[in-house]
Each structure stands twice: as C-alpha cells, then as structure tokens.
C-alpha cells in the first residue's frame, strides 16, 4: 500500500482539497490505480445536518452518504464514483470505537486515543486502499495543523507511516504564502511556522504546495527550502487560477510527478493529458457568452452551490459557449421590481435546492418568469417543487398552493412529505438518499436529452410533488416525464416552452470535466438558441 498525505498550515480554506484532486489526476494520468479518502475531523458523524454557510454544499454519493464538498471534487477530477468509506469524520471513528467497547471487543482494556482510536483510524485507511484495489490512495486532512480536533489523526498518519516503512509513504503540505506591505513582499514565516508545528508532531513533508496570489520567485523557494528542510524543487508553487482544473498541469510543470515517484518509489511513466488539455483550450477559447441566472438563498458562499457552477465550467469546456453565472438571493427578488426586471433578462435560469420557506417566493416569482417568458429553465429538488407550486397557483388558480415543508396543515398541499418520512425523528442520514432508477417517458423532452427512458441518479429530499394533482397538471400543459419505480414523480416538464424541466434529483453531482450532465448541456444550448434567434448571428457554428 501506497499513502499521500495532504496536510494543511497557516488558514483553512486554501485548497488541499484540489490539490489532492489534482495530485490524484496526475498520478491517474500515468495509469496508477488510485483512491482518496477525506478527513474531516469535525464531530459530525456526516456532513449531512450542516447548514451550507458553515461547511458549503453537502455532497451526496451513490451510497446515500452526505459527504464534504470535497467529494465532489475527487469525483471530479478522477472520473470516478466514490462511497461513504472515503469520508472519514471524528464522528465515525468515535461511534465506531465506542460500539466496539460495548461489544467487549478490546478484552477489559482500557480504551484510549492511543492504541484504539489511532488504530481505527488505521484499520480505516487500509480498509479504504483495500477494497478499492488502488496502488496509491491520498489521505486529505481536513482544517490546519494545530488543530485539537485533527491531532489523533496525525498521529495515526505517524504510525502508519512507521509501519509501512520509507518509500511507502509521503506528506504533502499545502500552506499559504501571503503577500502582504506596499512593495507586495511575499512572507514565508507562516510556513515555516506551520511546518515546525508539522515537524512537532513527528511528520516532515517531503513537498510544500504554496498557495498565493502570485508565483514564488527562486528566491522565496530557497528561503522555504532552506527553513522547512526540504529540496528547492520540493517546494511548490501553485498560485490562484481561474479554473480549478489548471492545478494539475500546474503541478506537472514543475516536476511534481517523478517527485512523487521518487517518494513513493513508483516507476516513472510519461503522463496523458490529451483530453484534459483540449477541455481546457476549449473553455479558455469559448465564444458566443450566455448569462445563466441561479436563483437560491444561500448566494452570500458559492460553495453552497459549488457543483452547479462546475457543472456549467464542464458544459463550457466541451460545447466552447462562455457561460456567465449571475447569482440572485431569492430573498431580495420579491423586494425589487428592477432585480425581478432584470432576472428575466436573463439567457437561462436555474433553481437549485434547498430547505425551509426563507426565500421561497422569490424562487415561485423567478419559476414564473422563466416559464411565461419561454426562459429556459432547470428546477432541481427543491426548484423541481417550486416550479409545480407555481404552477398551480398561476395556471391552475391555486392561490394556496404550498408545501407541507412550510406549512403542515396546507389547504393545497402540492408538495407533501415522503410517506416513508412521516414517523423518522432523526434527522441525520435519513432522506430519501442516493442514487435511484427513475424511468423516463419515451418521446419526452428529458428522455431525448438523455437519449435513454431509463437513468440513475443522485437524490436527497424528505418531500414529493402530491400525485393528487398531476391530472390538472397534464391538462395543463405541465406533464409528469419521469418516475421511480415506485410511481412517485420525478420530472416535470413543461410541453409548449422551449426547455422547462424540473427534476426531483440532484444531476449536478454527476456531471464531470470529461462528461457534462446531459441536463445542463441542454440548458446552455437552449439558452444559446434563444439568443441566436433573437440576435441572430451569421455563420454560427453548431453546437458540438
């Protein structure tokens, strides 16, 4: 077993999470089998009661699992699904140890951090590298070194390097390098305070990753050589991009690879990036822009929405289209008329999930623009049952209509809860979770954009569109397109609109660089056919 650790100094928040992503495309890159597995070392069993403004998105996996967004960026940049095994919280290992006790399974010891939960965190990585038959398997430690929380975890990560012995292991630490006075003089006493505390512990890193504004100038990699003992050509310098998706060639370009081979004494094999390079060129190249609206409570942090802006970057990177993303907190909408105005200037717009009735009547008031205006238009979980409440209050006179969620004893219940959810008390890990089979109807809009009557995707929601309404629906011109296997709706489709799809699953965890979601695909080029018949332009070319 092969182990990449991925440490953090200095402030959270600097990107280990890409880094790791992108070390793990480019070992990927040269064939190596590999796997990553987060550490979040919050007490949370999952991330999934986390309100988004403390911790961004919650990142649901096949499994049901409610992981940390950095999930998504694995996924991401490895191509490749991952479980809730990946997800490594205080909480698991706490639940974990403590269940063992109770069975009598550590023989009348007394339990301690050290051997038991070390040990289980061990059990755990081995575990992880084990089942997905990987040659390397990265370990991303979550928050800083120093940190109480993360302290049996780095000292599990000692041990384990211990017992695996040299050349079966290596540290990477990711730390900042701010620039800072009149001169933009680039300081590197955080780092190399950051490693000593690394150091304390009993770990050197074998590469520092840099994080700054700007690149490092030779001399600053020799200062941090010289202080943090490690070589000049192990420090590295990864400023700020534009698109994430940059970090691994960033890293390629500087010899990143044959170090890492030379850590983990890997042999060395030229690395492919054809298609990676070829996305990027045509995202940086894209034309012909569109201005996509996102309309949702949580604006203030993008990350709370953070894979449907990938999603679009993944769109923009295969059909050459600029795709603008312009946020609007639903909240202000039903305050200004002029924000309303200028939201149905927009190309295209998109109602993601949420929960709870803030913020609610500026997505209703948003889904009704989209949808008199002939806006293309994406509802999803929670805009998927927006877009029948508004429905049925405007097409169907409804003037009531609701869901349950806001109002329990609603006249004109549209959208009700699961009737698995009505006796659950808890609250963590307990929706209706993970991917499931939803059959679509043959001829229908969403079954053309997905060229299939039958998908899997990726849910997380307690509440359903009530199926006592979908006949006044149909009549309508509202038509029920997809459903589980158990009847309930899945997508709702406008039929006289050029693209009005609300869907009760949450497609953006599945769409990556290599293949954008059918979904959004088809909301951008919607978008870009509307505005050429409007503006039309000459020669333009065809969609890829």
């Known amino acids: 077993m092969k182990v990449l650790v991925?440490?953090?100094?200095?402030?959270?928040?600097?990107?280990?999470?890409?880094?790791?992503s992108s070390l793990g495309r480019l070992l990927k890159a040269r064939g190596i089998a590999v796997t990553i597995l987060k550490i979040d070392p919050y007490l949370n069993v999952d991330a999934g009661t986390m309100n988004p403004y403390q911790h961004g998105e919650v990142f649901?996996?096949?499994?049901?699992?409610?992981?940390d967004l950095d999930l998504g960026n694995y996924e991401r940049f490895l191509n490749q699904s991952l479980s809730g095994i990946h997800n490594l919280t205080t909480g698991k290992i706490y639940r974990s140890v403590i269940e063992k006790e109770r069975r009598g399974d550590y023989l009348g010891n007394t339990v301690q951090i050290i051997p038991h939960v070390t040990g289980e965190i061990k059990r755990t990585i081995r575990e992880v590298a084990e089942t997905a038959g990987a040659e390397v398997i990265l370990v991303e430690v979550g928050g800083t070194v120093g940190d109480i929380e993360s302290m049996p975890f780095l000292e599990a990560l000692r041990e384990l390097s211990y017992e695996l012995g040299e050349g079966n292991m290596g540290f990477v630490h990711t730390t900042l390098v701010p620039v800072v006075g009149p001169?933009?003089?680039a300081k590197t006493k955080p780092t190399q305070h950051s490693v000593r505390e690394l150091r304390a512990i009993g770990i050197r890193p074998n590469l520092i990753v840099a994080r700054g504004p700007a690149p490092l100038t030779a001399d600053i990699k020799t200062k941090i050589s010289l202080f943090c003992d490690v070589p000049p050509e192990a420090v590295i310098s990864v400023p700020d991009q534009s698109l994430i998706y940059e970090v691994p060639l960033v890293l390629e370009a500087q010899g990143v690879g044959p170090l890492l081979a030379r850590v983990l004494r890997l042999t060395e094999r030229p690395p492919d990036y054809t298609a990676w390079k070829e996305l990027l060129a045509t995202h940086r190249s894209a034309r012909r822009p569109v201005e996509v609206a996102i309309v949702g409570k949580y604006t203030e942090l993008r990350d709370a929405y953070l894979s449907h802006s990938e999603a679009f970057h993944h769109v923009q990177g295969h059909l050459g289209v600029e795709v603008r993303l312009q946020w609007y907190d639903s909240e202000d909408i039903p305050k200004s008329p002029a924000l309303l105005a200028r939201l149905g200037g927009s190309d295209a717009i998109l109602v993601p999930g949420g929960f709870g009735a803030r913020g609610v009547e500026g997505k209703v008031r948003a889904i009704e623009t989209a949808r008199t205006k002939g806006i293309p238009f994406l509802g999803v979980?929670?805009?998927?049952q927006m877009a029948a409440i508004e429905f049925a209050r405007h097409e169907l006179g409804l003037a009531s209509a609701t869901t349950s969620e806001i109002e329990p004893t609603a006249a004109e219940p549209v959208v009700c809860l699961l009737e698995g959810q009505r006796t659950v008390a808890d609250l963590g890990g307990t929706m209706r979770l993970g991917a499931q089979r939803v059959v679509l109807t043959k001829g229908s809009k969403v079954a053309e954009v997905y060229q299939k009557t039958e998908i899997w995707e990726r849910h997380r929601h307690r509440y359903e569109i009530n199926p006592n309404y979908l006949d006044r629906f149909a009549a309508r011109g509202l038509a029920a397109t997809g459903t589980a296997v158990d009847g309930r709706v899945e997508v709702l489709e406008v039929r006289d609109h050029p693209f009005f799809v609300g869907v009760q699953y949450h497609p953006e965890f599945l769409s990556r660089p290599e293949a954008p979601h059918p979904l959004y695909l088809a909301l951008v080029r919607a978008a870009v056919a509307r505005k050429e018949v409007a503006s039309p332009v000459a020669a333009?070319?065809?969609l890829a």
């Open 60 to 67: 649901v996996l096949d499994d049901g699992t409610e992981a």
């Open 381 to 384: 979980c929670y805009g998927f």
């Open 6 to 20: 991925v440490t953090g100094g200095v402030i959270s928040g600097l990107g280990k999470g890409i880094t790791t």
């Open 540 to 542: 333009a070319p065809a």
């Open 183 to 185: 001169v933009g003089e």
